[in-house]
């Protein structure tokens, strides 16, 4: 599990393809890598990944067909910018929201304008996903943990402060762009739980 709090900023090393599936080494960037384990999960832009080496710096993680395919890792190459992000421990402080690693779907940003010093974002999500995104819900782009403040069919807004900005791939970002997106567990629990009584969705 994860927060959806972007701990740092890393770069696609090398990717190596394997018969389909890929092997991407990741440079953490300023991400301590010293107490993780061969085994530890590691969000990589939103999607949960296993540490399969460490060198350093650096860290490699196996990446399955499906994944590539359903995410924008299948996109990705050396030298692109990720968000990055260890599991959560017991003892850690919840600042975002109970995070999966587990993406739903890949959106896209729709629009960007400047609101004060912060930004008014505006991104398109699958229709699919558009039932479980609700105003003042939380979603998680790119393994980043945002407050949900406007919804429109198949768009939803949020407001990015300038830290957010600078401390996440955000920055770099513009219309057009593909993002990783994760729905709020409890919708997806509460929809399961209602339809399992009968009760219409």
């Known amino acids: 599990m994860f927060t959806g709090i972007v701990q740092a900023v890393g770069r696609i090393a090398r990717r190596e393809e394997r018969g389909g599936d890929a092997r991407i080494v990741i440079d953490a960037g300023a991400l301590d890598l010293a107490d993780v384990a061969l085994g530890d999960s590691i969000a990589v832009a939103g999607v949960c990944l296993t540490a399969v080496a460490l060198d350093g710096t650096q860290f490699a993680a196996d990446v399955s067909a499906e994944t590539l395919r359903l995410t924008t890792l299948g ?98 970002r513009k219309a057009g762009d593909a993002v990783n997106l994760e729905v709020d567990l409890v919708a997806r629990y509460v929809e399961r739980l209602y339809g399992e009584r009968g009760v219409a969705a």
């Open 75 to 172: 996109a990705l190459d050396a030298g692109d910018a990720v968000n990055l992000e260890k599991s959560l421990r017991l003892a850690d402080r919840l600042g975002g929201h109970l995070v999966s690693g587990h993406v739903d779907g890949v959106g896209a940003v729709a629009a960007v304008h400047d609101d004060g010093g912060s930004q008014r974002w505006t991104f398109r999500a699958p229709a699919a996903l558009a039932r479980y995104i609700a105003v003042k819900g939380s979603i998680c782009v790119d393994g980043t943990s945002l407050t949900v403040n406007e919804v429109s069919a198949d768009t939803f807004g949020v407001t990015l402060i300038p830290h957010t900005l600078a401390a996440t791939t955000f920055g770099a």
